[in-house]
């Protein structure tokens, strides 16, 4: 599990700290039995606002750099928090940085403009293409990389998330860092959208032969749908890495009950998550992700999934730039 080996340009502030949530797990034991909850600072690597992207990126980048870029092309939603980063990192090193969003989502001026999309603008990234929901991304950036090829630039097209072999690197450096913290670590819980976060740490963890389960709370796919893509990421990332005896397919586990309407649609039990963890713990969780994997396990501490002595570990994947796209949630 040698990460040296890869290119890789710092953008990060790592290890990203561990900290207890006191006043949530006081507050959750005046209705129940709860676990010792722990927040892992992900929103804290320091980029821009943050979260799970720069990690990633500081591999991305590093390939970008070795194979002579000069431009990085990205794309997501509209309120991306991936394409945020992105455009940071692009201004952080010298590139120049060209953004597609997808309109996933049906909202208000404010999600159009402000949050993510303000950063964006501010960062200096170019906005070529606002495309309608359904549109193949992939193949979009592909296209403007073969204009900008042809005009002698060097584009570095990054997948939506960040999510290849490459990128989940970032997350399998992040299990390293859950493996040795100095808390016993007996669950991680997260948001799942394009797989490299859960992909990472699942490689990660069982690449060292640390039994630690990951749950992935889906803000988008179907359960099934979600642990084959990150089962089949995870793969990939450990056979990269030298790792090729078969991960098991339980290693993968998915909660998709979450998801309410779709991708970025706000629900009422995302809204109350992140109002409480507000008020409790002074945090700001985002509308998308972390706020709908809070609910998540709110529901499934409820559910009473853990037991009173387990240490469970909710990352904080970022985010909270979007929370300005989406104010009417809030009033
Ligand atoms: C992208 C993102 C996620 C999901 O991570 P993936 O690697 O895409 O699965 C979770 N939280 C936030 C805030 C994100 O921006």
Partial sequence: MQLARFPRRSLAHLPTPLEPMHRLTAHLRERGTAPNLWVKRD??????????????????VGHALAHGADVLITQGA????????????????????????????????????????????ILGASIVARLSCGTDMQQAMEDRAAELTERGRVPYVIPGG????????????????LATASARVDAVVHATGSS??????????????VAVPVLGISVRSAMSEQRAKVH????????????????PADTVQVDDRFIGGGYGVPTDQMRDAIELVARTEGLLLDPVYSGKAMAGLLTLIG??????DDNV?????????????????FE
């Avoid at 590139?95 to 303000?118: A, F, P, T």
């Avoid at 559910?303 to 009173?308: I, Q």
């Fill in 78 to 121: 509209t309120q991306s928090n991936h394409v945020r980063q992105t455009a940071a990192a692009a201004a952080a090193v010298g590139m120049r940085c060209e953004i597609l969003l997808e309109s996933r989502v049906q909202r208000d001026d404010e999600y159009e403009h402000s949050g993510n999309v303000l950063l964006d603008r």
């Fill in 303 to 308: 559910e009473g999934r853990f037991s009173a």
């Fill in 43 to 60: 929103d804290c690597t320091g980029l821009a606002t943050g979260g799970n992207k720069t990690r990633k990126l500081e591999f991305l």
């Fill in 313 to 329: 570990v909710f990352i904080h994947t970022g985010g909270s730039a979007a929370l300005f796209g989406y104010r009417a949630v």
């Fill in 232 to 247: 089949e990421l995870a793969v990939e990332t450990l056979r990269q890495l030298g790792v090729t005896d078969e991960l």
């Fill in 196 to 209: 490299g976060t859960q992909a990472g740490l699942v490689a990660g963890l069982w690449g060292s032969r």
């Fill in 162 to 177: 960040g999510s290849s072999p490459i990128g989940a690197l970032g997350y399998v450096g992040c299990a390293h860092e």
